[in-house]
């Protein structure tokens, strides 16, 4: 049982280029995130599925696209990359329990040139 | 508008010592507080949680406590272990049905023990 994953684990990118995030999870979770941290920011919501097909934006959505094509993934997309998406993106999933907890993914850090 | 404030970017106890990481809220329509731990180049990870129906929750040297009327959460880690330094969040999650599914998060404080 792997819990969450994510790939890559480190990127660079220049300004403009486009690459996806994958998340990946094993637990059967309903619900996925994608967070964004940033130094003195906490982490902040970019977008979020409660099902398989369905997403919804967060608090910075603007920049990023997400597909929930199959219940186990969530992949996060930047079509066109700026040095202001450079961070560290966590993936998180839970159940549908209402005490539930996120359970969150190593991280990616990405660096946009 | 920060609906999670943790006003302490950090924090320094020594080993054996009490450590107390608080956090304020200013959405009373919280019905879930969460803690969360995150060591360096890892994710964060479920630490303790409470109810807004209880004032407190304990498991092992972690204990969480809750005033509403304040709006205003702690956690206590007694005794604290220099394993134990990283960096706290805390979290809270929406009544609403929407917001339900999502947790604001604060900035975190970075809690060090000292050996």
């Known amino acids: 049982n792997a819990g969450v994953t994510q790939t890559p684990k480190f990127r660079v990118l220049k300004t403009g280029q486009s690459m996806t995030l994958l998340c990946a999870q094993d637990?059967?979770?309903?619900?996925m995130y994608w967070y964004r941290q940033d130094p003195g920011m906490g982490l902040r919501l970019i977008h979020y599925?409660?099902?398989?097909?369905?997403?919804a934006k967060g608090e910075v959505p603007d920049g990023y696209n997400v597909s929930r094509l199959k219940k186990q993934n969530f992949l996060l997309g930047l079509e066109s990359a700026a040095p202001s998406q450079t961070s560290v993106y966590f993936c998180?999933?839970?159940?549908?329990?209402?005490?539930?907890?996120?359970?969150f993914g190593p991280g990616t850090r990405l660096t946009v040139l | 508008d920060q609906q999670v404030k943790q006003n302490s970017p950090s924090l320094s106890v020594q080993e054996g010592r009490i450590s107390i990481l608080n956090c304020d809220y200013t959405?009373?329509?919280?019905?879930?507080f969460l803690w969360y731990k995150k060591y360096p180049a890892e994710g964060p990870t479920f630490l303790i949680s409470?109810?807004?129906?209880?004032d407190k929750n304990e498991d092992g040297r972690f204990t969480v406590f809750l005033n509403k009327s304040a709006k205003h959460l702690s956690l206590h880690i007694v005794p604290s272990q220099p394993g134990d330094s990283a960096v706290y969040f805390c979290?809270?999650?929406?009544?609403?049905?929407?917001?339900?599914?999502?947790?604001?998060f604060g900035k975190g404080t970075l809690l060090t023990v000292n050996p």
């Open positions: 998180a999933s839970r159940t549908t329990t209402r005490t539930d907890t996120q359970y």
């Open positions: 637990m059967n979770h309903e619900y």
């Open positions: 599925s409660v099902g398989e097909g369905t997403t």
């Open positions: 959405n009373s329509m919280f019905d879930y």
């Open positions: 409470i109810s807004s129906i209880k």
């Open positions: 979290a809270a999650r929406g009544l609403s049905g929407g917001s339900n599914y999502k947790l604001t």
